[in-house]
């Protein structure tokens, strides 16, 4: 038997045989439902903090997405509390409904369902279906920038870089592959290129991986300074729903400007940093009833879906 050619796709699947991470849960399955939940878990959060916190406890509340699509949007919200980026939540809940908790298996069908891009679809048709697609989440993105020596964060050339390298032959097995090295030797700082597959022909390697892809212009995040409103009326809190796009659907405290006239009885600072602005917060607790709220008992907003920073102030409450 003549002995396999060495190709760039041979030698990462051999790391990948040896190295790679197959005891990820996601990784055991072929059920599309969970390598969809797996997949818009991780876009923004590591896979340490999906690990312990949320996949499984997720799971064990919807075990299916025919689950996921019979549940109130809040029950969804509540469970997905903590992670952050909750219209990932509020569309996993949308598409949940619109598949009638049965995914399409062609991807120009996933594609069509809300919050599901074309690196998500990819990625369920390669790892449920076995259809022969590449990824691009960030970390494979990384890699093509460097082996190719793509400077250019341009969508169209990148997603050529991701088929002119794709293993058409062993789909599922090279897209779980280029994720790892991306997560363990591709990494951001400090490539480890002397232990990695695709050395050999890497571009990025030859001259200075770091310089792959062109580092994008800074952008400051903006603070914004908050008065953050506690009311209460006969022990109970006045609370809102969140309608802007990156809260909706959550419950809150209420939120004014600053204003020195503000009343109420000064409780405390906080401050939470979202991704693209932070804010800075004087809690303030408030006694009287204010039209237009929605009033629970402190027991009860356990039961809510609350984020980060109204957590923060109600434990700044609970302190006083
Ligand atoms: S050789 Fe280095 S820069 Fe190139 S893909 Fe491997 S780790 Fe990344």
Redesign the pocket.
């Known amino acids: 038997m003549r002995p396999m050619q060495k190709t760039p796709q041979t030698s990462l699947l051999k790391w990948y045989a040896r190295r790679g991470r197959h005891t990820l849960p996601w990784r055991n399955t072929r059920d599309p439902y969970r390598i969809y939940l797996s997949e818009i878990m991780l876009q923004q959060t590591q896979v340490a903090t999906v690990l312990e916190r949320f996949y499984f406890p997720f799971l064990e509340k919807f075990p299916t997405l025919l689950h996921v699509a019979q549940a109130p949007l809040d029950e969804v919200l509540k469970q997905w509390e903590g992670l952050g980026y909750y219209t990932r939540a509020r569309n996993l809940h949308h598409t949940a409904q619109a598949c009638k908790g049965q995914l399409p298996t062609t991807i120009e069908a996933l594609i069509a369902l809300k919050g599901i891009g074309r690196s998500t679809a990819h990625a369920i048709g390669a790892f449920a279906f076995g259809i022969a697609v590449p990824i691009l989440d960030a970390n494979v993105r990384r890699?093509l920038h460097?082996?190719f020596g793509i400077e250019s964060r341009d969508e169209k050339g990148l997603w050529a870089a991701a088929y002119a390298l794709l293993d058409t032959q062993h789909p599922y097995e090279y897209n779980q592959a280029m994720m790892d090295?991306g997560a363990m030797?591709?990494i951001k700082s400090t490539?480890?290129?002397d232990d990695?597959p695709?050395?050999e022909a890497?571009i990025?390697?030859e001259s200075n991986?770091l310089a792959y892809p062109a580092p994008k212009p800074k952008k400051s995040a903006p603070t914004h300074h908050l008065a953050l409103l506690v009311y209460r009326h006969e022990g109970r809190l006045g609370l809102v729903q969140r309608t802007t796009r990156l809260l909706q659907g959550l419950w809150g405290f209420v939120q004014a400007p600053i204003d020195n006239a503000i009343e109420g009885v000064y409780l405390g600072r906080v401050s939470h940093q979202y991704s693209h602005f932070g804010i800075e917060g004087e809690v303030r607790l408030i006694d009287g009833w204010v039209e237009g709220l929605e009033w629970f008992e402190v027991e009860a907003l356990e039961t809510l879906a609350l984020s980060t920073l109204d957590h923060k102030i109600l434990a700044c409450y609970l302190a006083q």
Request: proline residues 12%; aromatic residues 6%.
């Open positions: 890699v460097r082996y090295l030797v591709c490539p480890k290129c990695c695709l050395h890497c990025g390697k991986p």
